[in-house]
């Protein structure tokens, strides 16, 4: 069951990022991560669930429902920090279907 509710909130969000003018791109890109152990590399894989552009600018889009599709939410917020850092954009989209909404995150990297 709740993959199929998954299903139909990307179907959902898809819908609405089209609406807001942006095109999708690629569903369930691949991102790698990776860290180092005393010294010793260690990789990981992302799935970030949309790449997108609008304006000519592409976004990692990621979609949420419930309390974690709220950015102050920190897994969500730390899961698009990864995301903005590995795929080395400033910003991000936290896509809501329940709540139609389209947030930028930005992450400015110093």
């Given at each position: 069951?709740?993959?199929?509710?998954?299903?139909?909130?990307?179907?959902?969000?898809?819908?609405?990022?089209?609406?807001?003018?942006?095109?999708?791109?690629?569903?369930?890109?691949?991102?790698?991560?990776y860290?180092?152990?005393?010294?010793?590399?260690?990789?990981?894989?992302?799935?970030?669930?949309?790449?997108?552009?609008?304006?000519?600018?592409?976004?990692?889009?990621?979609?949420?429902?419930?309390?974690?599709?709220?950015?102050?939410?920190?897994?969500?917020?730390?899961?698009?920090h990864?995301?903005?850092?590995?795929?080395?954009?400033?910003?991000?989209?936290l896509?809501?279907?329940?709540?139609?909404?389209?947030?930028?995150?930005?992450?400015?990297?110093?």
């Amino acid at each position: 069951l709740s993959r199929i509710r998954a299903k139909k909130g990307e179907r959902n969000s898809i819908k609405l990022l089209k609406a807001n003018g942006y095109k999708i791109l690629d569903e369930q890109i691949k991102l790698n991560g990776y860290f180092f152990i005393d010294n010793k590399l260690n990789k990981f894989d992302l799935r970030p669930d949309l790449l997108v552009e609008k304006n000519g600018i592409k976004y990692i889009a990621e979609i949420k429902t419930g309390e974690v599709a709220n950015p102050n939410n920190r897994y969500t917020r730390r899961q698009m920090h990864e995301y903005s850092f590995y795929s080395n954009q400033d910003d991000v989209l936290l896509v809501d279907p329940i709540n139609e909404s389209i947030k930028k995150l930005t992450f400015k990297k110093n």
